[in-house]
Structure formats: C-alpha cells, structure tokens
C-alpha cells in the first residue's frame, strides 16, 4: 500500500517560515515525480511546487516562487517544503502526492496526474 504523510504545518505570523516534510511508504521514491498541493477553504486544490526525485529538478507556482524551496532525500523517501516570508494567502491544507503519470516534472504540474494524497497539513498565516 502506497501510503503519503504530511507533516510540519503550523500556525505563524506573517513573515514566518516553516518546513513541511512528507514521507512516503510502499513505492521507489526515486522513479516519481513529486509534488506540494495546497488547497485553501472554498477553493480548488493547486500546485504548489513538483520534484523530480531522480534528478532534483523543480518547478515552483509563480505565487511562491522565490520564497519556497522544495527538495527531497530519495534514501529516506521524504520530500521537504521550506517556505519563508509566509503570507496570509498561503493559509491552506498542504498535501504531497506522486505523479503516476511522468517520473519528472512538467513544464505545468497538473493535479490530476497525482495519486496517493497523503491527508495533509494545516498551515495558518496570521497577519
């Protein structure tokens, strides 16, 4: 059974940081690519950011590109989120997902080519 856990999230002020960690179980790290989602109330679910954990190469949301980095360790199946100069607008759930459908990331990191949703992590933003 493929199984993703989230963790990390928190509540923080507005200029914070934090380092969301999410840990895979029952699939080969290395053959996917992975990705960040985060879904706010009342709105769709939306990337956040993708790995390809075979070569490191990342894409970012133009919405928290230069304020998140995105890594993983292929030898303990765990991707990370580090996000710093947090906003109000980045309160949501986050979740990690594997995208069964390329081993590396797309130019566009499309939600439906992910599986195996872990059950999130709340991340608050006061301002």
């Known amino acids: 059974e493929v199984r993703f856990v989230e963790s990390g999230g928190a509540l923080v002020q507005a200029g914070g940081y934090l380092r969301l960690s999410c840990v895979a179980s029952g699939l080969t790290f290395r053959d996917y690519a992975i990705g960040w989602f985060r879904q706010a109330p009342g709105k769709e679910r939306e990337a956040v950011s993708c790995?390809?954990?075979?070569?490191?190469?990342?894409k970012y949301a133009d919405s928290v590109k230069g304020r998140t980095t995105i890594s993983s360790d292929v030898a303990k199946n765990t991707a990370y989120l580090q996000m710093n100069n947090l906003k109000p607008e980045d309160t949501a759930v986050y979740y990690c997902?594997?995208?069964?459908?390329?081993?590396?990331?797309?130019?566009?990191?499309?939600?439906?080519?992910?599986?195996?949703w872990g059950q999130g992590t709340q991340v608050t933003v006061s301002s």
């Open positions: 790995i390809s954990a075979s070569d490191g190469s990342t």
């Open positions: 997902a594997a995208n069964t459908m390329r081993r590396r990331c797309d130019a566009t990191t499309r939600v439906y080519e992910f599986d195996y």
